[in-house]
Every structure is written in structure tokens, then in C-alpha cells.
């Protein structure tokens, strides 16, 4: 679970990431774990100094991934999920990638 000042915006089980990318738990992507590829930074926002994520899918589309928006659920053909708000500053990135390889098994690839 990845929370700041008592918001949560990633949540993993063994078969999900769900992924609340404005920290509500009214806006949420379901994602098969099954479906990560990997995750990897490609921009960088020096307003916030954090790191803008991309969550990298495959190519299939089963088993799907969900955008729910309050009572709305839609499913979404994507191949990446772009992570605008997750709180991690430049000084916690490398430990936030070790966090996530070791402890949830997703691999990280710098640049895309």
C-alpha cells in the first residue's frame, strides 16, 4: 500500500493492482497483475519534484483492466496507465523501486 498524509493511491494483492491516481477512492484503475509488464518513469515534474510513472501493459486485452469513476465502471483496451499524482519525491525514488520489485515482484525499467 502506498499512502501520503492519509490518501491511498496504490493498493496490490496477489492478483490486482488497483491504482487510485488522484488518491480517492472514487476514481480507480483495476489492474490484472497478469497484465503488468513494468513500470517506468518517462517524465518528471519539477513543480512537484516527482516522477510521473508509467505502468507498462501487455497486449492482450484479457483479462481486462477497469477505470471506475464513482458508480461508473468502463473497461479500457489500454497498454499503459499513466501515474500523474503518485506522491514519490526524486530522494525516495530508488527506495520506492526497491519496495516494489522485492517486496510486490514488479520490475521497474528506467526511461521506457
Known sequence: MIKDR????????KKTLIVYPYGSEKQSYIVPVERILYLTTKDF???????????V???????????INEDSVQTLNKHEIKLDYLPVKKKDFPQF?????????LS?????
Open 6 to 13: 492519509k490518501k491511498l493511491y496504490l493498493k496490490l494483492d
Open 45 to 55: 515534474r519539477k513543480s512537484t519534484n516527482n516522477s510521473i510513472f508509467t505502468l
Open 57 to 67: 501493459l501487455t497486449a492482450e486485452n484479457k483479462p481486462e483492466v477497469q477505470w
Open 97 to 105: 523501486v526497491e519496495i516494489l520489485e522485492k517486496s510486490y515482484a
Open 108 to 112: 521497474y525499467r528506467k526511461n521506457g
